[in-house]
């Protein structure tokens, strides 16, 4: 019979506990990582709505309580977010988030990114880097976006 020392045995015990919540279907870390993934899928929609005009789908993708605060101050509704995009008030020609983290916590995602945007607001071109802040919250087994603070940097 073959002699084990105890650091055998431990990294043997470690090696098996950490194996074996990988593979376990609800896995705290694989749900995170899903989580995560499902949250910046909305987040890439919400975005192409934005660039791309849609009322249906900007109307989907934000919580009926939506607070969208801009880096100006400005805080709007969900309604009055949808209405400027879709009304054209603010045109926007491209946006990019970059730099982008999440943390799931429980129902909520905190997200803070760049967001980097080329528009045009009141027949007047221009432009803006800033930092945003957003939450997310799963609504029946959807994210939605419950707030945003825009802030500058």
């Given at each position: 019979?073959m002699?084990?020392?105890?650091?055998?045995?431990?990294v043997?015990?470690?090696?098996?506990?950490?194996?074996?919540?990988?593979?376990?279907?609800g896995?705290?870390s694989?749900?995170?990582?899903?989580d995560?993934?499902?949250?910046?899928?909305?987040?890439?929609?919400?975005?192409?709505?934005?660039?791309?005009?849609?009322?249906?789908?900007?109307?989907?993708?934000?919580?009926?309580?939506?607070?969208?605060?801009?880096?100006?101050g400005?805080?709007?509704?969900?309604?009055?977010?949808?209405?400027?995009?879709?009304?054209?008030?603010?045109?926007?020609?491209?946006?990019?988030?970059?730099?982008?983290?999440?943390?799931?916590?429980?129902?909520?995602?905190?997200?803070?990114?760049?967001?980097?945007?080329?528009?045009e607001?009141?027949?007047?071109?221009?432009?803006?880097?800033?930092?945003?802040?957003?939450?997310?919250?799963?609504?029946?087994?959807?994210?939605?976006?419950?707030?945003?603070?825009?802030?500058?940097?």
């Amino acid at each position: 019979m073959m002699g084990y020392t105890r650091r055998q045995f431990a990294v043997a015990g470690v090696l098996t506990l950490g194996t074996t919540s990988l593979l376990l279907p609800g896995s705290r870390s694989m749900a995170e990582s899903s989580d995560e993934a499902s949250v910046a899928e909305a987040g890439e929609a919400l975005r192409m709505a934005m660039v791309n005009p849609n009322r249906a789908r900007l109307d989907d993708l934000p919580a009926d309580q939506l607070s969208y605060g801009h880096s100006s101050g400005v805080i709007q509704t969900k309604a009055q977010f949808i209405d400027v995009i879709v009304s054209q008030e603010t045109i926007y020609k491209s946006i990019t988030l970059s730099e982008s983290t999440t943390m799931i916590v429980g129902d909520n995602a905190i997200v803070r990114h760049v967001f980097s945007t080329d528009f045009e607001s009141g027949g007047k071109p221009g432009s803006s880097r800033i930092g945003a802040l957003q939450v997310w919250q799963k609504q029946a087994n959807r994210w939605k976006l419950l707030a945003r603070q825009g802030f500058k940097i």
